[in-house]
């Protein structure tokens, strides 16, 4: 038996489907003249695909991780998508974006989906037999730049090449073995840090979600930097 919601009025009540929320990201240093333009462009076609759009997300000038930048706003309002005009606006690094959330470009018109957690490449698979010495050596030549923590066909390789005696792991850590070659060990507390957006850009979006959500229906009063990105 089927039931069905009655409005106050005695009508069926219609469910409001609640949108996706996108945000969007223009850097002036790569956009430069086209920067208005290109910030239309991307809320126009977020709301072609029926996404709500929230924000242009800006970086301020000097900010060193960009894309870092945005990722943290899109994580703040829950954006279920971060849009800009094409690849160049994340570094022609459309991955580091599909580890948040998914990413939609202006031109090409296309969906980077958001990578489902614990995904693994058909290349990267565990293999469907027990393994040779021959085959392991070859898989351990041919997924050189994977890990064996993160790629489970290198680690069956090392596995095997392991069992067999034909392979030692490593005893030391990757520094103690950069300090017997006489390398340098790039320290994580040394690379270049993003603290992202401040507080008061974060509150000003969720201002504008929220007033929003309260009623759609009518205008609504947002922040300064808000309004202004909408008139973009």
């Not at 000097?62 to 954006?79: C, H, R, S």
């Not at 570094?91 to 489902?116: F, G, H, I």
């Not at 069992?163 to 790039?186: C, I, N, Q, T």
């Not at 690379?191 to 401040?198: A, K, N, V």
């Amino acid at each position: 038996m089927r039931t069905q919601k009655i409005g106050t009025n005695g009508r069926p009540a219609t469910q409001k489907i609640q949108k996706p929320n996108a945000v969007g990201l223009v850097r002036p240093d790569i956009s430069s003249l086209h920067t208005s333009r290109h910030a239309t462009e991307i809320r126009r076609h977020a709301e072609q695909l029926g996404y709500h759009y929230l924000y242009t997300v800006r970086p301020p000038a000097g900010e060193v991780d960009p894309v870092g930048y945005a990722l943290a706003v899109a994580v703040g309002v829950q954006a279920a998508a971060l849009v800009v005009h094409d690849l160049t606006a994340v570094d022609n690094t459309p991955a580091r974006v599909c580890e948040t959330c998914d990413l939609e470009t202006v031109c090409p018109a296309m969906t980077w989906a958001r990578a489902q957690p614990g995904a693994t490449g058909p290349g990267h698979t565990h293999p469907d037999h027990s393994l040779t010495i021959a085959e392991s050596h070859r898989i351990m030549q041919q997924h050189r730049g994977c890990r064996a923590a993160t790629c489970p066909r290198k680690a069956s390789a090392l596995s095997c090449l392991v069992r067999a005696g034909k392979l030692v792991p490593p005893v030391s850590s990757p520094r103690e073995r950069a300090a017997a070659r006489g390398l340098a060990f790039e320290s994580a507390d040394r690379l270049p840090f993003s603290p992202g957006p401040e507080l008061e850009t974060l509150l000003n979006v969720l201002d504008a979600l929220t007033a929003s959500v309260a009623d759609s229906r009518t205008p609504v009063s947002r922040p300064f930097d808000v309004a202004r990105s909408e008139r973009d």
